[in-house]
């Protein structure tokens, strides 16, 4: 039986709304909010900075859609 990797999801409230971030093995912030989700490679960035970056992105498109 393969292992299973756990993931430990956050909640977030932002100036543009809600999410739910985690970063899995691999290094990749994965960010979910009612309006889509994205994800991007951590680097050397904080990953409460980068979750509340891409909720904004998110935000965003869906306003422009």
């Not at 932002?14 to 994205?38: F, M």
């Amino acid at each position: 039986m393969a292992e299973r990797e756990i993931v430990r999801w956050f909640r977030l409230r932002t100036d543009y709304g809600n999410c739910v971030w985690c970063v899995d093995s691999d290094g990749l912030l994965h960010v979910n909010t009612p309006h889509g989700s994205k994800c991007t490679q951590l680097g050397g960035s904080e990953p409460t900075f980068l979750a509340r970056l891409l909720t904004k992105e998110i935000v965003g498109q869906a306003k422009c859609n």
